[in-house]
């Protein structure tokens, strides 16, 4: 381990002093780069995004595919995301957690580095989007499509740990590819084929996506945020994207060098302290406009079914809060079952109950109180522009807290950064099922990635990043195809589990074991 480490850091260090300041620096780079990949990259994303008319609106058919599939999990497995919700509570506490179970980092610490890679710019600008495009009422379908994406998240984290490897250095692997190869094999030798197919596309559109939306994008615009509040074009920042790549590149790179135990040491760290604090200030404002939280919560109900002057009316509306809450969570996507993959624990549907609650962070909590401060200020503006989200929530919270754009900027930073090294960790497991477990893959990933985040910093990528967004929300559709398959496994593992459950015959451990 020591030579794996060293070798790293000598690898990082050759690659940041490999990169002159001027590579990125010259606009016609980008431009060139952004042109080559725009008629490719409009064709995938018009593709993945395509949508049909309803009621004169279009709808996103992979929006569908991912909610069709939370609400069918939600039926089959009688409302889990309710009846699971307080022992999910207890797993994370750790009291069910065996120290000696394969796997390498806690519940806690799996749902933080699964967290870290959802709760970000989508909860903070997105929902002010939705909100403007949709009105209050988007606020809940939102919340609905949160609830029922606990459910997926149930299914797939299951799965994940059901069919990971394990290695006997006590490393493990786990995710889609895992259990989408494995998994339909085990289910019949006519799925085995397919179960190879569904795997690879998704491990492929996991690279692509881990690249772009899970990294380039992160980078990008938390370095425009940073160049903001200190003074826009004016800042001494402005022109040195290249520069702030370079610094998070290193800090990125000295993370991800410790694999799942270091990531998951700093996002258990990073998510609840940004968590807390975005929260509370959320929290301070609805307390100060305590007098007008009835009739937000009002006009949340109404204009849900009821809005007015919102185009496509209560379909237009739904749409607004269900792609927000889908783009926001990923539940179905297959991401996060990659992480949950890492977890210590023999009993597969542990981490399921565990999952149930990144959806509920996500999007019935943090994503809800961002609506909600948007519209007890008054800052609700239908014609605000979908690239202005991040300003439009800033300007709320500074109507109330005049400094709290600069908190805004810090949580902007830290949860991109956070992103990029669960995304890291997403991206280089999809690769080393593609190329192999060793060390030149591990380490050609991680380089490649650190680039990407000094190019992401640096270029005005628009079509480049579109394409990654596109292969972000393209694992939906080999992962949930395959899930369909895998239920009555899930269902065998939910049901052995809840009999030792209620049967009492548990092992506790830690506190919990003092208290029984």
């Known amino acids: 381990m020591l030579n794996r480490r060293a070798g790293w850091l000598l690898t990082l260090a050759a690659f940041i002093a490999w990169i002159p300041g001027n590579l990125f620096a010259a606009g016609s780079i980008d431009e060139r780069i952004n042109d080559a990949a725009k008629p490719f990259a409009d064709a995938v994303s018009g593709f993945i995004f395509s949508s049909f008319p309803v009621g004169g609106v279009p709808v996103p058919f992979v929006l569908v595919w991912l909610l069709l599939a939370a609400t069918i999990f939600t039926i089959y497995f009688r409302f889990i995301n309710i009846r699971a919700f307080r022992h999910g509570f207890q797993l994370v506490r750790g009291d069910y957690s065996d120290p000696t179970a394969a796997g390498e980092v806690t519940h806690f610490q799996a749902l933080a580095t699964a967290l870290s890679g959802t709760v970000g710019l989508g909860n903070i600008a997105g929902v002010a989007v939705a909100v403007s495009l949709g009105g209050p009422g988007a606020t809940f379908w939102m919340i609905l499509a949160g609830l029922l994406g606990m459910s997926s998240k149930f299914v797939e984290c299951t799965l994940g740990v059901k069919y990971r490897n394990e290695y006997t250095d006590g490393t493990v692997s786990g995710g889609p590819m895992y259990y989408l190869s494995k998994g339909l094999a085990e289910r019949s030798e006519k799925l085995k084929g397919l179960g190879k197919v569904l795997a690879a596309l998704f491990a492929i559109f996991c690279v692509g996506g881990s690249f772009g939306g899970g990294n380039m994008f992160q980078a990008n615009q938390s370095f425009s945020q940073l160049v903001a509040v200190t003074g826009g074009d004016a800042s001494w920042l402005a022109d040195k994207g290249w520069l702030f790549g370079i610094v998070v590149a290193a800090l990125v790179g000295l993370v991800i060098i410790g694999g799942i135990q270091g990531i998951a040491r700093v996002t258990s760290k990073i998510v609840p302290l940004m968590a807390v604090v975005y929260v509370t200030a959320g929290l301070a404002i609805i307390a100060i406009h305590f007098r007008d939280v009835p009739a937000a919560f009002g006009s949340i109900v109404s204009g849900a079914f009821t809005p007015q002057g919102i185009a496509g009316g209560v379909v237009g509306v739904l749409i607004q809060g269900f792609k927000r809450a889908a783009f926001s969570n990923e539940a179905g996507i297959g991401s996060a079952a990659i992480a949950h993959s890492a977890v210590r624990t023999n009993r597969p549907v542990t981490e399921g109950f565990v999952a149930l609650y990144e959806p509920f962070v996500d999007t019935v909590v943090v994503c809800t109180i961002t609506a909600l401060v948007i519209i007890i200020t008054g800052s609700w503006d239908p014609s605000v ?4 989200g991040v300003a439009l929530t800033s300007a709320a919270f ?77 694992m939906a559709f080999p992962n949930v195809l395959g899930v369909y398959f895998l239920l009555p496994v899930v269902k065998k593992e939910l049901d052995d589990y809840w009999a030792d459950y209620k049967a009492g015959r548990l092992k506790k451990f830690g506190r919990a074991a003092n208290r029984a």
């Open 385 to 388: 522009d979908p690239s202005a």
């Open 398 to 474: 500074e109507s109330t807290i005049s400094w709290f754009p600069w908190i805004l900027t810090v949580a902007v930073v830290l949860f991109a950064f956070s992103t990029m090294i669960s995304w890291s960790y997403y991206g280089l497991k999809a690769w080393t099922y593609l190329f192999g477990e060793s060390l030149v893959t591990d380490v050609v990933y991680k380089v490649l990635f650190l680039l990407f985040v000094v190019a992401g910093s640096s270029m005005q990528l628009g079509s480049v990043i579109d394409f990654s967004d596109a292969m972000i929300f393209a």
